[in-house]
């Protein structure tokens, strides 16, 4: 790491940890979304809601955090990038869990759990990462494994995608449901320009 003989404002650690640690506790109500029954569903859409509203207030801190330091731990533009792509990730699972609701959905097509297990690892993953920008150590794995991951969701999308084409459900239902798995393919996408953004980071500060 390039040494520095000004002082750097660190909480920006401590907030995109707090970030991506709430994106945690958002996989987990995805994943508690897939073994509840319809009525239960309005009760974790609401819980789910109030975790999308704490990521933006971390966001929101972030930002003014931003625009009020004049030494930051690493280039502007890359902090202002990473904690949009952390509050995309929370905004698509938020809304995947919303539309389930408000479509009335019946029972999500197989595929979809698969989906939300990346999505729950890629938020693991990414977790576990932040602290680790402090000192830019042990981040290489975490970036290729996103990365893996991500390429493994454009796969279990694509089969979805067949499975709902395939002449078993009616066009309605359809385009309910394709709505709903290309959100959560959004939320892949976006853990993987969290990742790529790390690594820009990364490389800079090498």
């Given at each position: 790491?390039r040494?520095?003989?000004?002082?750097?404002?660190?909480?920006?650690?401590?907030?995109?940890?707090?970030?991506?640690?709430?994106?945690?506790?958002?996989?987990?109500?995805?994943?508690?979304?897939?073994?509840?029954?319809?009525?239960?569903?309005?009760?974790?859409?609401?819980?789910?809601?109030?975790?999308?509203?704490?990521?933006?207030?971390?966001?929101?801190?972030?930002?003014?955090?931003?625009?009020?330091?004049?030494?930051?731990?690493?280039?502007?533009?890359?902090?202002?990038?990473?904690?949009?792509?952390?509050?995309?990730?929370?905004?698509?699972?938020?809304?995947a869990?919303?539309?389930?609701?408000?479509?009335?959905?019946?029972?999500l097509?197989?595929?979809?759990?698969?989906?939300?297990?990346?999505?729950?690892?890629?938020?693991?993953?990414?977790?576990?990462?932040?602290?680790?920008?402090?000192?830019?150590?042990?981040?290489?794995?975490?970036?290729?494994?996103?990365n893996?991951?991500?390429?493994?969701?454009?796969?279990?999308?694509?089969?979805?995608?067949?499975?709902?084409?395939?002449?078993?459900?009616?066009?309605?239902?359809?385009?309910?449901?394709?709505?709903?798995?290309?959100?959560?393919?959004?939320?892949?996408?976006?853990?993987?320009?969290?990742?790529?953004?790390?690594?820009?980071?990364a490389?800079?500060?090498?």
């Amino acid at each position: 790491m390039r040494f520095r003989l000004t002082p750097r404002e660190t909480s920006f650690y401590d907030m995109f940890a707090a970030s991506a640690d709430n994106i945690v506790t958002g996989s987990k109500l995805l994943m508690e979304l897939l073994g509840a029954d319809t009525s239960a569903r309005a009760e974790i859409a609401e819980r789910m809601r109030a975790a999308e509203h704490a990521g933006d207030d971390a966001t929101h801190a972030i930002f003014h955090q931003l625009n009020s330091s004049f030494i930051t731990p690493f280039d502007r533009e890359d902090i202002y990038s990473l904690a949009s792509s952390l509050d995309d990730i929370m905004d698509f699972m938020e809304e995947a869990v919303d539309l389930v609701v408000l479509y009335n959905i019946d029972e999500l097509p197989k595929g979809v759990e698969q989906q939300i297990e990346v999505l729950s690892r890629a938020a693991e993953l990414t977790a576990e990462a932040m602290p680790n920008l402090r000192t830019m150590d042990n981040l290489t794995e975490y970036w290729i494994e996103v990365n893996r991951l991500e390429n493994q969701a454009d796969q279990i999308h694509r089969k979805l995608l067949a499975h709902l084409f395939n002449g078993k459900y009616d066009a309605i239902e359809v385009l309910k449901l394709k709505q709903i798995v290309d959100v959560l393919e959004e939320a892949a996408d976006a853990f993987e320009h969290v990742a790529n953004t790390v690594e820009t980071i990364a490389v800079k500060e090498s």
